[in-house]
């Protein structure tokens, strides 16, 4: 689907193909890949191979999952392929081998490989080049980071909330931190035991990071260790952790200035002042969410809700990113095209002489959402500081609206009211990056969409089989010792 992709694994020579399951290893391969990592160089390619797969990772499977099947989206049926309705429309089954979601199981053990392989093949380098140990370390943490963010998010995909059973023992996804050996059973951990892989290695990395602060949010450091810790115990339900590593990123990082608000999406190019902590950069590559979202291109399938759109106030800045204007640069055929759409994807292409760096690099984790974490996390502990989540709320909306804090007038009579209008608030600020799905599953809450919806399911209620994605059959089939989530066909318990 990305014009990179085939470049990035046979310059990596990373992935390892097996003919048995998507969580195999091909043995065959090894020699070639130990020869890949005989020195410095090979370390550092592996880690440029595994940002860009987890770039498609992001910009595809996690964004349209998380944003898609969730209820602030339309989609234009006649510009989406079948994939890309089964979602909207909660119509996945195991048996489909096309598409969402076996794509997205089978991404996201590719990105689990390239990081064991990392973390396997790349040790012998510590004793060779004792003098690297800094570079060659960072290395090992971008791949502890990268593993443990996509199985938290294959957990949250394919798997119910951390709060679905008291104690997290329902079925998660196969934790895997190692390269198996061919005849290795592989098999479904609990919920709870993927949150402990994902804490200690998150926690392993940022041990590892030690003082590493790089300025570039485009490279994995401790900060965004700390910052995606914050939204894990966030999911876990630890809201006192929770909010005090949210309290530690808003210190270290401040929000991207209104005036600039705009083009921190738009001229994704130029990270100064941003607030990002973590983005992926997408350097002359396709972006799949913006060509869904584009309306100059065919592919244009994603619309806002009407509803959503009218919730924001007059001069919130974050309106502006609704509403596309053709540009010159598009073409003739659009002059005076005007259509309401995300453009949060879709880069100013007029006034950018690198034609390659008309970018829209996605966000993986940006102080705004810290801020929110924190106010929720406040709202939602025992003995939390409800002044400071108001305050959170407001600092948000205060940008938004180009206003001081002391002038933004919030209405809440509890704690519960104040969670309910940082949930509204949340849906606004961190639209189309992948979260609002998630966070109604999370939250134990219905799905419902407005009765404008195009979907064909407009309520989902908590906890139907659906807010899990099926395993895909040919997984199943390929690996005995998987099994399958309930209300879908297939099979349900080992023989």
């Known amino acids: 689907m990305k014009n990179y992709k085939a470049f990035i694994l046979a310059a990596t020579c990373l992935i390892s193909f097996g003919c048995t399951s998507f969580l195999k290893v091909d043995t065959l391969g090894k020699s070639t890949i130990g020869g890949f990592f005989s020195d410095i160089d090979g370390l550092r390619s592996a880690g440029t191979g595994l940002h860009y797969l987890m770039l498609d990772f992001v910009d595809d499977e996690l964004f349209f999952i998380g944003e898609v099947a969730a209820d602030k989206t339309n989609v234009l049926r006649i510009n989406a392929d079948l994939e890309e309705t089964k979602i909207f429309d909660f119509d996945n089954l195991a048996e489909d081998t096309a598409g969402y979601p076996r794509t997205t199981w089978k991404s996201g053990y590719e990105i689990c490989t390239n990081a064991n392989n990392i973390l396997t093949y790349g040790k012998p380098l510590l004793e060779k080049y004792p003098e690297s140990k800094d570079i060659i370390n960072s290395h090992f943490a971008y791949a502890l980071f990268a593993r443990a963010y996509i199985i938290f998010c294959l957990t949250n995909i394919y798997a119910q909330c951390y709060g679905y059973t008291p104690d997290a023992s329902h079925l998660g996804v ?12 592989l098999k479904r951990s609990s919920v709870a035991d993927c949150y402990s892989m994902v804490i200690r290695d998150l926690e392993e990395a940022l041990r590892l990071f030690g003082s590493d602060s790089c300025p570039d949010p485009h490279y994995i450091n401790g900060l965004a260790c700390e910052a995606l810790l914050a939204r894990v115990m966030l999911y876990k339900g630890e809201f006192a952790r929770a909010s005090e590593l949210a309290s530690k990123v808003i210190e270290a990082k401040p929000l991207t200035p209104r005036e600039d608000y705009v083009n921190m999406f738009r ?24 060509n869904k979202c584009n309306p100059t291109w065919s592919t244009s399938a994603l619309i806002p809700e009407d509803s959503f759109l009218a919730s924001f106030e007059s001069g919130d800045i974050r309106r502006e990113l609704y509403t596309y204007y053709a540009e010159e640069a598009d073409g003739e055929q659009f002059t005076g095209l005007v259509a309401t759409r995300c453009c949060k994807y879709i880069p100013f292409k007029d006034g950018v002489e690198d034609k390659l760096n008309r970018r829209c690099d996605p966000f993986v984790l940006r102080v705004s959402e810290m801020y929110l974490i924190r106010a929720e996390a406040e709202c939602r502990r025992e003995g939390g500081n409800l002044q400071l989540a108001a305050d959170d709320l407001k600092t948000i909306r205060a940008r938004a609206l180009g206003k001081d804090k002391a002038e933004v007038a919030i209405k809440w009579d509890s704690s519960s009211d104040l969670d309910r209008l940082i949930q509204e608030e949340k849906a606004k600020e961190l639209y189309l990056e992948g979260h609002r799905f998630f966070d109604i599953k999370r939250r134990q809450e219905d799905l419902i969409r407005p009765a404008g919806s195009t979907s064909l399911l407009k309520t989902l209620k908590y906890p139907d089989y659906r807010f899990a994605l099926p ?16 209300g879908y066909t297939g099979r349900k318990t080992l023989d």
């Open 174 to 185: 196969v934790p895997i931190d190692h390269i198996p050996g061919f005849d290795e059973t």
């Open 267 to 290: 001229k994704a190019q130029d990270v100064t002042g941003s607030e990002a902590i973590l983005r992926l950069n997408s350097y002359n590559m396709t972006c799949t969410i913006g």
């Open 471 to 486: 395993i895909n059959q040919l997984e199943m089939e390929a690996n005995v010792n998987i099994i399958q989530n309930d």
